[in-house]
């Protein structure tokens, strides 16, 4: 064995002991409240399928459809001759649905972490500054890395501090990165507090809605063509100095992400952004999919009833669980276990009786808050969300 490769294991080793080993696990059926994993079925609760379309049979016919007429692939990127009615439609129609701001495009990417880059890399760049919440995901501190701004991150939560770094930056170009639904503790930005500290620095506000959309959005009672349709809309925020972003892989159920914007931004993310210039479009059939998809997030807003109607459930029945819970009104619920080891083994006692919730574990979030990330979808029922509070006042005891 070489010195190079021998070095690796090493590392690897030293990361094993420390309770960070990773191991991926074979799934085998569609995406769901169930799922075929490693020759066995279990109740799952670690997807971020949170309205159950992953494996929506109305999807899998859109997506054949859209294979049947426009083939596999895409085959060049969208600059050159990659860019298909499907993926031109879908822009047109989530620029209008989501509207962060009046005269607002879209863009699409084939993935979040590719949207953050273009956005982030697109608007700043050596000199400015970008202000980053310390929980952001890391794809958010990847761009601000890779456009070579400063990077200046405060405390999760903390305005107060941010606005004192806001007032003594004399960087010509700012910008505030947050997620809107913070991903591993699935609390809600203050946008409301943020806009208005965008406006008074005159910053851009980049707001990653990853694990808002489809999920949150205007009160479900209202017009139906309104469900689902993110944060912003949840708050009733609009504004032309916001850079909406949001996921299409995870309550949308298929894959990819796009920008929301002000055609100014839209334009020049579409002329500037490396990583939309430099990669092959995504396949056609994935926007047949998503045209599907977003009118069933629309027709039928009892999904989002239903999941909040589990999340109730559950945040009574964790209340008499020994570990801490985290202030979540989102289908995010986190257990905070601490060590990584604990994690580990709650997560195996749980695998054990055919549960999975898997265990998160540093780097994903700070030292000593290793947790259980429950996740709760739409294809969950009642019954289901008792079964692992039961689990888990086992594994307690
Ligand atoms: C998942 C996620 C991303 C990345 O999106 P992908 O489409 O999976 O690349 C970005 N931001 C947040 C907050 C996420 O949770």
């Not at 590719?114 to 310390?134: E, P, Q, W, Y």
């Not at 309550?251 to 990819?256: E, F, S, Y």
């Not at 964790?318 to 709650?346: C, F, H, M």
């Amino acid at each position: 064995m070489s010195r190079l490769t021998a070095e690796l294991d090493d590392r690897l080793e030293q990361r094993a002991g420390q309770g960070l080993r990773r191991q991926r696990r074979v799934v085998d059926s569609p995406q769901g409240a169930r799922l075929r994993v490693d020759g066995r079925e279990v109740l799952h609760f670690g997807s971020n399928d949170y309205l159950g379309l992953a494996g929506d049979k109305r999807l899998v016919a859109a997506a054949q459809a859209g294979a049947a007429r426009y083939g596999v692939g895409a085959g060049a990127s969208h600059l050159i001759s990659g860019h298909f009615a499907p993926h031109d439609a879908i822009e047109r129609e989530l620029a209008a649905w989501v509207a962060p701001c009046a005269n607002a495009r879209a863009l699409l990417f084939s993935t979040g972490y590719m949207a953050n880059l273009a956005i982030v890399t697109s608007l700043v760049g050596r000199g400015d500054a970008v202000f980053a919440d310390k929980l952001n995901h890391a794809c958010l501190n990847d761009a601000a890395l890779l456009s070579r701004a400063d990077f200046v991150r405060y405390a999760h939560g903390d305005l107060g501090a941010l606005e004192k770094r806001l007032d003594s930056s004399r960087a010509p170009r700012k910008l505030i990165a947050t997620d809107a639904v913070f991903s591993m503790d699935g609390d809600i930005a203050g946008l409301g507090r943020l806009l208005e500290l965008a406006g008074k620095y005159d910053a851009w506000l980049v707001v990653d809605d990853a694990h808002g959309f489809g999920v949150l959005g205007d009160p479900i009672e209202q017009e139906r063509a309104n469900s689902g349709r993110g944060t912003l809309a949840q708050l009733g925020l609009v504004s032309d100095r916001i850079v909406y972003m949001a996921t299409l892989g995870k309550a949308a159920g298929v894959a990819g992400a796009f920008v929301a914007a002000h055609a100014s931004v839209i334009e020049t993310l579409t002329q500037t952004a490396r990583s939309y210039i430099f990669t092959t479009a995504a396949p056609p059939m994935l926007s047949c999919a998503l045209t599907a998809s977003l009118a069933l997030i629309r027709a039928e807003p009892e999904r989002r009833r239903h999941l909040f109607a589990l999340i109730d459930r559950w945040r009574d029945l964790a209340a008499a669980l020994p570990w801490p819970t985290l202030a979540s009104a989102t289908a995010i619920q986190p257990l905070i276990l601490g060590p990584n080891a604990d994690a580990v083994r709650v997560s195996d006692a749980l695998w054990t009786r055919g549960i999975w919730v898997p265990a998160i574990r540093p780097p994903t979030v700070p030292q000593g808050s290793a947790r259980l990330r429950i996740t709760f979808s739409a294809a969950h029922s009642f019954d289901d969300v008792d079964l692992l509070a039961e689990a888990l006042a086992d594994a307690a005891r």
